[in-house]
């Protein structure tokens, strides 16, 4: 898995789905890659574990190995009331474990030529004019090109200069599986995602069913918010889960809001998905925008190399291009969402803006532009007065 030479094309830190997708990417283009990871592989990773269909048509095909559950149908509700359901024709998430799901990227990556190297902590690293020194605990290395993607604290966007004032929102995450003894019915959960806006403010809450369990959460777009746990608790409560499920594990995590204009990259390095902040400020999934990153910076890196100039610059461009422009129009909606009242909520649902085509702009990659121009002016007006 490992080769003990030091000098590499590319060096990528972090082997999550952008880290993974870069890699994969690079190696089918023969490129010399390292991906220094510094937990074992694979290892659990806090997260709902949904793939939107616009991250299962850039994944490889054989990704329906990993599925946990495929979900068609969608539950919203405010508050745990004023309920309203869709059923689509196509999956919205297919559910997978993120550790499997990680791991998967990676070995495809080490089948076509990359090296890992996990367990591995990066202590410092130093651009220069013709190459990047990663100083780590295992030794020295040197690439070409280093890219970032060690998540939403990234230490290799600290070291470039980038990213200095992140926006982040805050979830709390248990897997919640079936109590042996009592009636605990999964099946019930089984091919449908559910979201409960405002049971906590600025946000909602999350029923994602896996194969013998569910992945429940609440997030907030807010930085820090007091006692999430509680809310957390008061959500399970709300929905049964308590009388008949057990909550096995519970983790807390940030997540980057995207949006945001800025540099993603020096003459040697590049950061993307968590790393570059790259979350849909509705939702607050990053795995799809970490891949589609992971996929544009390997795209300029080849080139770079490729004609042996320094062009990373168009990394930052296309980003801000396909994603960054879309984001801030889903910032404008999830000011719908996020400010809800009875009136506005049920105005919504006559208007039909809770429609398919919100759930494609969510799962499949419609432009948000265009939902956000459906929008009556009356809500605008309102959201915007808020604001």
């Known amino acids: 898995m490992y080769n003990p030479h030091t000098d590499y094309d590319v060096i990528i830190v972090g082997a999550g789905p952008a880290g993974g997708m870069c890699t994969y990417e690079l190696s089918k283009r023969g490129l010399n890659v390292l991906i220094i990871e510094k937990e074992k592989l694979p290892r659990y990773k806090v997260c709902a574990g949904g793939l939107t269909k616009k991250a299962v048509d850039i994944l490889p095909k054989d990704l329906h190995t990993l599925a946990e559950d495929y979900t068609y149908n969608i539950h919203l509700t405010l508050n745990h009331s004023r309920g309203f359901s869709k059923g689509v024709s196509f999956p919205i998430i297919t559910m997978v474990m993120r550790d499997r799901f990680d791991y998967f990227l990676i070995q495809k990556s080490i089948d076509n030529g990359a090296c890992l190297l996990d367990r591995t902590k990066v202590i410092s690293i130093e651009e220069s004019s013709d190459h990047v020194l990663i100083k780590t605990d295992k030794g020295d290395f040197r690439s070409k090109i280093v890219v970032g993607a060690d998540g939403v604290r990234s230490f290799v966007a600290c070291s470039l200069g980038l990213r200095k004032k992140p926006r982040l929102g805050v979830a709390i995450e248990g897997e919640v599986f079936p109590n042996s003894g009592r009636d605990a019915d999964l099946s019930k959960y089984h091919g449908s995602i559910h979201i409960d806006f405002n049971i906590i403010p600025k946000g909602y809450g999350w029923i ?75 939702t607050g999934e990053g795995i799809y925008f ?36 879309d984001l801030k129009y889903a910032k404008y909606i999830s000011m719908f969402f996020y400010n809800l009242t009875p009136i506005i909520y049920n105005l919504g649902i006559k208007k039909n803006l809770i ?29 915007f007065f808020l604001k």
């Open 208 to 282: 994602f069913p896996k194969k013998d369990h569910l992945s429940v959460g609440v997030f907030t777009t807010l930085p820090k918010i007091k006692e999430i746990k509680r809310y957390f608790s008061t959500y399970m409560e709300k929905k049964g889960l308590y009388r008949n499920f057990i909550c096995c594990s519970l983790l807390g995590y940030q997540i980057p809001i995207g949006g945001m204009s800025e540099p993603l990259n020096t003459k040697r390095g590049l950061i993307i998905g968590d790393a570059a902040g790259l979350a849909d400020p509705i």
């Open 290 to 325: 970490g891949l589609r990153s992971g996929q544009i910076a390997a795209w300029v890196i080849a080139e770079s190399l490729k004609w042996n100039h320094s062009g990373l610059d168009r990394y930052t461009k296309l980003i801000n291009n396909e994603i960054i422009k």
């Open 355 to 383: 429609n398919e085509d919100l759930i494609k702009a969510l799962v499949s990659g419609h432009p948000y532009r265009d939902i956000f121009m459906k929008i009556p002016k009356k809500i605008v007006n309102y959201l």
